[in-house]
């Protein structure tokens, strides 16, 4: 399973009369509340039809179902999703036959999450789970904070697609990154696409002038500015090559910022975090790997404090923007 997964959920798993009591729609509620909230993605199915009828008063909806919903829209979790089938959904079972329908589309990472009474409906559909037996459904079952993974670019596709695409802000922090450089060759993929949406996402990108780059300690502190100065112009030489062509075909921009020193390497986004251990180079041997790891909420704001542009942690030396 990859660090983020995306989901349907049918609309009976928020109603108080598809359980025996209301404490336990509560209960079966809180079972996927912070997995949806940290590590995951909801469809909202028939270009948001699904959504807005949580706003009607036509069933009695659970209020944590309904505070679900509203902040999974706050927190841009819900992915809008055009309508697959011909006739808008009738009841809980045709909604769980537009999400399938939208699987052939593009495939889920996770599943469609329903009530025993839809089901009923769907036996043999490993892709459709009861939100009371989710323990035992391999989609589910499997998710992890951390994955091992292929140092290729397929593999970097494969786990960072729904973050990539449906971010709000994306933030690259990786010391060496350079996009001319062969090892990084495959970064301008990753950036473009974020692209060609609307609204476009905000996009930052994060290296430091390196150990080989810097200064000796014994130079003058004069010198060793300039010298820190010609090699951030030189990076954003390299940068305005090899980027600023891609971007702008997919609608994009980015801001660089060079720091003095750092060396931890991370994927920040509105969505989720990940510490990548090699940053986003790709490696020339197929069969090396590497292991990624999906930070908490309070670890991905601490380093989003760390990479602002006036943060005392680390020493700016240059910033530019692309587009």
Same mark, same amino acid.
């Given at each position: 399973?990859?660090? %983020?997964?995306?989901?349907?959920?049918?609309?009976?798993?928020?109603?108080?009369?598809? &359980?025996?009591?209301?404490?336990?729609?509560?209960?079966?509620?809180?079972?996927?509340?912070?997995?949806?909230?940290?590590?995951?993605?909801?469809?909202?199915?028939?270009?948001?039809?699904?959504?807005?009828?949580?706003?009607?008063?036509?069933?009695?909806?659970?209020?944590?179902?309904?505070?679900?919903? =509203? =902040?999974?829209?706050? *927190?841009?979790?819900?992915?809008? @999703?055009?309508?697959?089938?011909?006739?808008?959904?009738?009841?809980?079972?045709?909604?769980?036959?537009?999400?399938?329908?939208?699987?052939?589309?593009?495939?889920?990472?996770?599943?469609?999450?329903?009530?025993?009474?839809?089901?009923?409906? &769907?036996?043999?559909?490993?892709?459709?789970?009861?939100?009371? #037996?989710?323990?035992?459904?391999?989609?589910?079952?499997?998710?992890?904070?951390?994955?091992?993974?292929?140092?290729?670019?397929?593999?970097?596709?494969?786990?960072?697609?729904?973050?990539?695409?449906?971010?709000?802000?994306?933030?690259? %922090?990786?010391? &060496?990154?350079?996009?001319?450089? #062969?090892? &990084?060759?495959?970064?301008?993929?990753?950036?473009?696409?974020?692209?060609?949406?609307?609204?476009?996402?905000?996009?930052?990108?994060?290296?430091?002038?390196?150990?080989? *780059?810097?200064?000796? #300690?014994?130079?003058?502190?004069?010198?060793?500015?300039? *010298?820190?100065?010609?090699?951030?112009?030189?990076?954003?030489?390299? @940068?305005?090559?090899?980027?600023?062509?891609?971007?702008?075909?997919?609608?994009?921009?980015?801001?660089?910022?060079?720091?003095? =020193?750092?060396?931890?390497? @991370?994927?920040?986004?509105?969505?989720?975090?990940?510490?990548?251990?090699?940053?986003?180079?790709?490696?020339?041997?197929?069969?090396?790997?590497?292991?990624?790891?999906?930070?908490?909420?309070?670890?991905?704001?601490?380093?989003? #404090?760390? @990479?602002?542009?006036?943060?005392?942690?680390?020493?700016?030396?240059?910033?530019?923007?692309?587009?």
């Amino acid at each position: 399973m990859p660090l %983020i997964a995306d989901y349907a959920i049918t609309p009976d798993v928020f109603d108080r009369t598809s &359980y025996s009591t209301p404490a336990e729609c509560e209960a079966r509620i809180e079972t996927i509340r912070e997995a949806m909230l940290t590590e995951g993605l909801v469809r909202n199915l028939r270009a948001g039809a699904w959504r807005h009828i949580f706003r009607s008063d036509t069933r009695p909806w659970h209020r944590r179902g309904t505070e679900l919903v =509203k =902040k999974l829209a706050t *927190q841009n979790r819900l992915v809008p @999703f055009r309508s697959e089938l011909p006739a808008p959904p009738r009841d809980d079972r045709s909604w769980c036959a537009e999400a399938l329908a939208t699987h052939a589309a593009s495939p889920f990472r996770g599943g469609v999450i329903v009530t025993e009474s839809v089901k009923g409906d &769907y036996v043999g559909e490993p892709l459709v789970a009861r939100i009371d #037996r989710l323990a035992g459904v391999r989609w589910w079952s499997e998710r992890s904070p951390s994955v091992t993974l292929a140092r290729t670019l397929a593999a970097y596709e494969t786990h960072l697609d729904l973050l990539l695409r449906h971010s709000s802000l994306l933030v690259f %922090i990786d010391p &060496y990154l350079d996009p001319a450089e #062969r090892q &990084y060759r495959h970064v301008r993929r990753l950036l473009t696409r974020a692209g060609n949406r609307s609204p476009t996402p905000t996009i930052e990108i994060h290296r430091a002038i390196t150990e080989e *780059q810097r200064p000796r #300690r014994h130079l003058a502190d004069r010198r060793h500015q300039g *010298q820190a100065a010609d090699e951030g112009a030189r990076i954003e030489h390299r @940068f305005r090559d090899v980027l600023a062509d891609p971007l702008r075909a997919a609608g994009l921009s980015a801001g660089v910022f060079i720091w003095s =020193k750092f060396h931890d390497r @991370f994927l920040l986004s509105n969505l989720a975090g990940v510490s990548l251990p090699y940053g986003f180079a790709t490696a020339t041997n197929v069969r090396e790997v590497t292991r990624w790891t999906r930070l908490g909420r309070t670890d991905r704001d601490d380093v989003r #404090r760390e @990479f602002h542009r006036h943060s005392h942690q680390h020493r700016l030396q240059r910033s530019f923007r692309i587009q």
